[in-house]
Each structure stands twice: as C-alpha cells, then as structure tokens.
C-alpha cells in the first residue's frame, strides 16, 4: 500500500541524533514543497518528509519527491497512500476530467485540478506523524499569491486548522509553518536558490508526458515558467 | 487499495434520488456509528456511509461496517484506505503495542490506544467526500461521556475542526454532527433501540478473536458491557 524508502544520509543512520528540534515537511517533489524543505532546514530543523500518495495523476511526482528527500538527507521519509481518486471531483484524481490548458492561473473562480479538502487531508496526516515523532512543528508549501484560487491554500484557513489541531492532539501545540504563503513564485525560486536548491530535481506539471517532461500548458507549469522568468534564474524544466 | 461495495438498497439504485439532503456519515461499525447512522436518517438526511481503513487490528470492523451500511440502505458506501499503521504510535494500528486489558476507561491520561489524530484524518476525508457529493453534512459518533480520553473526541475540537474548513472548501459550509458527544453509552444504546438499531451487527472491541468474537476486557468492551446493562437492554455480543 505504501513504501518507505531509506534516503542515504548522515541523518538517517541516527534519526533523531542531530540534536535539531524534528519537524514534518510535506513534501510533494514540487518547486513549492522543495523550497520549504530547504528553509525548515535553514530554521534549524531536522526535517522529517512525508509524502502523501492521494492517486494523483502526476505521480512523477513521487519519484521527484524521492530524489528531493535523498539529496536533502533528511532525517526519514515516509510515504502514505491515501486514495483520493475514490471519491472523485479533481482533474488531478480523475481520468474522466481533464487538466485544463492554457488557462490563466487564478481566473474564473476554484478549477477542476482542485482537489477537494486535499491540504486538510495532508496536514492531518502531517499533525498524526509530528506527534508520533514527537514534532511540534509541521511545513507546507502552500501560496496564497501565485496559485491557482484553491481555497485551502488561505493563511485564515492554516491558522484555523492549527487552532483546531491543537484541541485535538495529545502534544500540547501544533505549529502549522507556511513560509511560501506570501510571496510570488519569483521570490521562492529566488529564496530557494539562495539556499541551494536544485530546481532540475523538481516537477510541478498536472500532466506530465509517461517520460515526465513537462507540458508547459497547465496552471502549474505556466505558474512556474513565468516565477523562473521573473526570478531571472534559468530554467532547468524540461518541456515537452 | 479499497472497495466499494453496494449496499443492497433501494437507495442504492437511485443515487441521489430520495429527495432528501445528502450527508456523509463516518462508519467504523462499531455501537456509536452504528447509532450515528440511524441518527441521520431519522434526521431527514440522505446517508452516504464512509468507512476509512487505517490500519486498525481489529479489522473485523470493516466487515461489521458492511453489514451495517448494507442493512440500513444507505445511498452509498464507501471505503478508503489510509495506512495510519505507518506511522505508528497506537496500540490499534501496531502489532507491537499491546492493547491494555481490565483498564479503567478514562483513567491514567491519553491511553495507548489512542490513534494520533485520527478523527482530525476521518473528519477530513469525510468532508472531503461531502464536497464531492454536495453534501454540507458530516456525522461522527464521537462521545466525549464514556470514553476513553482521546482529546479529539472533546467538542471544542470539533467547533474548531468545522470553523478551520468552513474556511478551506470550496462549499460554502460544512456541518459536524456529533450527536452522540454529550451522552452515555447507555443512553446511546437506549436512542439506537428506539431507532431499531441490530447491535448484534456491530462490534467495539480492541482485540477481537479471529472468528470475531470480543475479548470482553479491553476499554471498548468494559464500555459497550456496562452500556448494555445500564440501559437495560440485552447485549446481544459474542465474548470470547
């Protein structure tokens, strides 16, 4: 149902032994996600990845997310699968709905690629392994500036989940940390490469080719092309 | 990964076709859900069950699950596999914690069986299904009386769960329904036998034998025991 690979670092021969407070990254093998695994380690975090398998189509992605997690050496990465595609209603989870092209991010209201109540799926399952670890703290690399008008990507949305979380948990906080959520796609690829990220590692495309290439067309990777353009950083994306 | 199976109902043929307002109802199989169930359609809701399979020992349930969403006609029955086991840190979900036996419920603290924020998981897999049906319902049978001390069955959770994604669907609303969460187990077993709830159908205990039969001594067991003999109502259970 779900793997655990074994990233080959320092860190994962003696998990837990940086003496660095643990944090869970989620981490999809996205530019976003890439970025915040570098600055939750920059905030002097031992960062734990969970990658979460909700039947996206793109899994290219998780082989991306593969790569990132091994070349961090983060302390563990776990994947857990969830099959989101069951209860349908995203192009992203959907054969039956296709990914729009050529669209303008963040026009004509929610689009199909949004995959319902998907962030507060995959922060629950964040908060359910940060207390296992014994974390207090949790990273996700939504944006609330250049994306694609998801409502689950909202700073008020975050701060209410942590509040929510808090009630719930046995730890006694959650810190919910969303660095990305104010700043353009530029400024992350500018922070990012600062930090030494290797954006070649990364996929961000809905609708990549069976060799992972990207297709250029889709929300995401017009998001993406024009933050690298307007970062004045090269591109390493490969396009179909 | 999952199933779905189809209730044998005439509901079922007709999705959607009652009429009525649809809600998700989370379904463990267990005596509160159970209730829970017959609750909503008492309720004037269109029940669509789902059950969530994370990892839990007692496997059993699922099958009580079946039988239960079969029996009362919901409109759908779902399932969806998330593997909590993964990450551990529960009696319930690891083979290696023992589940506790002759324990007072509620005494000594978060119990071992604790599964680390696992309504926070089945609340957000819940709404998220409600938003694919339309549905701006969600019932749990949380119970915040005869429980076990689990922090997410408290409801200030579950006022700030419903605030935190009122904010992050696409759906104007979603609604908790936790009609169960200010009563005793015998009263919910009273509300269920009025409703003509089977309870022989459902099954509550931690550490069930293999042919299904309840250890009679974990918390879930002590708790549906004096349940039944509170309320005066036989227990129809098969202890071990």
Known sequence: MNECTAPESESSTQPGGTGLPRAVVLLSGGLDSTTVLAIARARG?????????????????????????????????EEIAVDLGRIGGSALTSDRIEVPKDREPGEGGIP????PARNTVLLSLAVAWAEVLGAEDVFIGVNSIDYSGYPDCRPEFLEAFERAVALGLAADRIRIHAPLAELTKAEIIRWGTELGVDYAMTTSCYDPSPSGAACGRCEACILRRRGFEEAGVGDPTTYV
Do not use: N, S
């Open 45 to 77: 975090f031992e960062p734990w990845a969970l990658t979460v398998r909700y039947g996206q189509r793109h899994a290219v992605e998780i082989d991306a997310a593969r790569r990132v997690a091994a070349a961090a050496g983060v302390a563990g990465h």
């Open 112 to 115: 199909v690629t949004y995959v």
